[in-house]
Each structure stands twice: as C-alpha cells, then as structure tokens.
C-alpha cells in the first residue's frame, strides 16, 4: 500500500516482516556455509527483530561439540567473544546443538526438543540442509523417521545447491523428497537470486518500457555473463574437489542469470509464472554435440600465480586435494538458446576461482548503428552496452555515444551510471532475504523440480565430455583470467 509523503513522492509502507514461531534445524550445522553465513543471517534477523520470540535453532552434525563449544562456534562466526549485549545473549538462547554421532542418539534428542517446544501447534519446522549433496539421501531417511510430535505443524525444507550431482540423482532426490514433503513444502536455494541487484534484472525489464522493446535477435549482438573470483578453495576441498566449477557455479548460479536474462515476461510474479518461464529457457538452451563443445567450451584449473602481489599457491597445492585431481577451477563457453526472440545470440559465459578479481556481471551488446555517420573510418564506433554489475559493485550502467567536444565530428562513448550504494535504505543480504522467503512460504527465488532436472540435462553432457577428455583440462596462472577466448572488447 503506498501513502503521500511530504516531498509528494509515493513511499512504501514497511511491510510487518514479523515471522511466526519456528523451528530451523540446520545440518551441517558446524560447516562453513553454516558458520559464514546461516548463523549471521539468523542472528542478524533477530537483531532486526523480524523472528519471533519462541523461534528457536537446532543446528545438528555428526561431530560431537558440546553447547558450550557450540556458543563460542557461533560467537566466532558473529565476528565477537562477548556474550554482554542482550542481542547476542538471546541469540545464544534460541540456539543448541544435537550430534547425530550414532544416528538414534540425534533422533531422540531432536525429537523431544521439537515436542518441547512451547506451543508446538504454531510453530514451523524448517531443515535446512547445509551438507554436501552426497549426504542428502541419508539426512532425509533420518527426516523422516522423525516423530513430528503433532502430525499438523507445518514442515518446510530448504536445500542447498548443488542440487545432486547430475540428473539421474537430482531425480532419485526429488523423488524422495516428495516421499516426505510437497512440492510447495521444498526450497532449492541458489543465494544468487536472493541478491537484490540479480532480483533487479527482472525489474528494470520487465518495468521498464524502453529496453524490453530491443531485447531480442534484432537489437542484441551478444550477452556475457562473469561469474569471477579471486579466491581459491579455501578449506573446502572435501566438497569442491568433487563439484568443480561445473556443479559449483555453472549448473545453478550461471544457468540461473540466463534465464534471467533471456526469459519472457512472466504473467505475474508469482512463484510458478516465474519458474514457468525459466523452466522454457532451460529447455530451450541449444543441445552441443562433441565438435562444438570442442571448438567452444574451455576448462581450466588454477596453477601458482600472484593475486595483488599476493603468491598463490596452485590447485594441485591446495590441503585435501589429490594430487593428481581433474578437476576443473574455471569454464568459459559460448551458449545459444533455441527460440524465436534469441535464435543466433551468442551467450557467453565465464566463471572461475583464483582470476584477477571478483566480478560478477552481465553484459548486453547492442547492434551497432548501420550507418557510419560520424568520425572518420578508421574510428570505431562504439556498440551501446548495458551493464549489471553484480559483485563487487551493484550497479548498472549503460555505454552511450555522444559528441567528443572539438571541432571534429568525433563519438565518444560515455557511461550513464545507477549504483546501488547511493541508496540510502539498507536492504537484506541474500541469505536474509530468502530465509524469510522461506518462512513467509514465498518460493518465487527458489527452484522447482523440472527447472533442477532441466538445469542438468543441460550440464550433464559438457560433465561428460570433460570427464571424457582430460587432457582438455587447461591450466592457467593464479590472478588471470583462465582458459579460451573471451569476446569483450
Ligand atoms: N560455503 C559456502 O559459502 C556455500 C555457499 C553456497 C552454497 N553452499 C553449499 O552448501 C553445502 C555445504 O557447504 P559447506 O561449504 O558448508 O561445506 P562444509 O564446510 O564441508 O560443511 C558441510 C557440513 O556437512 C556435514 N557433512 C558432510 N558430509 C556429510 C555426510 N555425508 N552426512 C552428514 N553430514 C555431512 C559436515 O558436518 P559433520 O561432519 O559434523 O556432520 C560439515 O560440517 C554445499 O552443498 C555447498 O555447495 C556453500
């Protein structure tokens, strides 16, 4: 509901963001995601007062901590050792830990924790799985042979990407799933889409009058997409060795910013309308055969190198990786998408660890104008280019000619500019934002079932040909920007 403000503007009213009781049972509880950032998102919503009083935080694994450890665990992962501000103290309250150490043992004890809770009936139980995808199957038998004290409270899952490891298991995991929860009850998280300048891309189409008209075949040259970080694995080897590039980023995060991009505008923005629409640009992302993979698709995997006169050591050097791993740390390969508004586009895309800089962006290349009015010939005139920034910048900026002042009739090309930063309200990080998605039963910024299986059938054959042809796997220096050719100017 909007109301007048006094500048004569339209302000939006706060919506009341005040959850119901809930239990979130994290697993996975002591691992990274977890620590860097499920804990801090929950606390920080807490700190905001947006979780209710009686919600409460079971974060459950297989090693033995006890709750003591579990606090300073968690006082780390808050960046603090002090227990003084009331924040944190009640913080600390809501939260426990439960070792499933012999699995009958954590059944027990989660089972009587969820029917002790005051006024269970009105309480939510959300699991989040913060595991790697291997350990999916078993956490949801141990779901299910949970008591859930009063069959009527509502039960929610959320599940961390990679979704399985290819389509065949994404499969068997949905099939099981739904042995257990609803489809309307389970959330594929990618945390990209809860950034709000990834959300934006939407917005500023699909609200916006004057773009949506030029984005097709006729107006767009191409559309490049970097999914770039400087940092290696840090500890995560045990999960990153088997996932690699492809699962880590390209078959979710990456697939994901296509379909943003490239998708129809959806009937409304509700959940399935949206979904409905990515679901058609997955399936309609072009089959490649080996040639083409050949010629166009590039794996790479980091070697020493410097980053800010930093040394780096290689993949190969990194703690818990085999020494003689395959596995890739960087993909770049052009895409093409099969349907009447984007037939002949290129897409081409890159993501990677240890390259120059963190840099996430879309960018879209204009035509260029059919007539060369201006300058002399050996000028070029720039092709008008529209930017989303991502990380580290959020922004969006758009590339456009105009006169060079002189006497010649010179172009040049200028960049009109929206940053994010200026904005003087705050918003919520991306975990924030979706856990409360979630809470509020919102699945708009979470996957569906086809769109996961879709997601693979795209990834599992560029798997397969790399898997197939080792010797394709290229290495690149530390603080580079990998493997093959990249089409920027
Ligand atoms: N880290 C990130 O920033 C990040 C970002 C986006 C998505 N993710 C996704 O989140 C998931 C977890 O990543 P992570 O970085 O937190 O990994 P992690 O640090 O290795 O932690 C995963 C936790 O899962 C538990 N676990 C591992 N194998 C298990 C098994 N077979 N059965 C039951 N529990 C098992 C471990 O705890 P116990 O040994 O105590 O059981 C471990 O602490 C991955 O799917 C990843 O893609 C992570």
Known sequence: MCKKSIINSCEIETINLKTKPFLFII??????????????SLYNLCKYDMLHEDSKIISIGRKKIGNQEFSDIIKKSLFTDLEKTENIKSFLKRNSYISTGSEKIGIDELNSSICSLKGVNSHQIIFYLATPP?????????????????????????????????????????????QIFSENEIYRIDHYLGKETVQNILFFRFGNSI??????????????????EDIGIEKRANFYDK????????????????????????????????????????????NMNEEYMKNHLFLGQYSSGKIEGRKINGYLEEIGVDENSKTGTFFSGKF?????????????????????????????TFKTPPLK?????????????????????????????????GMENYPHPV?????????????????????IDCIKSDLTLFARQDGIEEMWRVLDPIVDFFDKNPQRLEKYNAGT???GEWHDE
């Open 27 to 40: 697993f996975g509880g002591s691992g990274d995601l977890s620590q860097k950032k499920l804990l801090p």
């Open 336 to 364: 093409h998408i099969d349907n009447w508004r984007w037939a002949d586009v290129p897409i081409y895309v890159r993501a990677g660890k240890r390259l120059e800089k963190k840099l996430t962006e879309i960018s879209i």
């Open 211 to 228: 773009f949506e008209p030029l984005w097709n075949r006729s107006y767009i040259e191409k559309i490049e997409i970097t999914v770039a």
């Open 373 to 405: 009015l201006f300058g002399n010939d050996c000028l070029d005139l720039k092709a008008n280019k529209l930017v989303f920034s991502i990380q580290p910048d959020e922004k969006i900026s758009l590339t456009i000619n105009k006169k060079y002042p």
């Open 415 to 435: 960049e009109m500019n929206f940053n994010y930063s200026k904005i003087e309200k705050t918003s919520l990080s991306a975990y924030e934002r979706l856990i």
């Open 243 to 286: 996932s690699g590039i492809l699962k880590d980023i390209i078959q979710n995060h990456m697939l994901q910013l296509i379909a943003l991009v490239t998708m129809e505008p959806p009937t409304s923005f509700d959940a399935n309308s949206v979904r409905d629409e990515k679901v058609k640009i997955f399936k309609s992302i072009t």
């Open 481 to 483: 920007w990998g493997v």
């Open 134 to 178: 291997s350990a999916a199957s078993n956490i949801l038998k141990f779901i299910d042979n949970l008591d859930l004290c009063e069959k009527s409270i509502e039960k929610k899952i959320i599940i961390e990407k990679p979704f399985g490891v290819d389509r065949d298991s994404a499969k068997v995991l949905n099939k099981q799933l739904h």
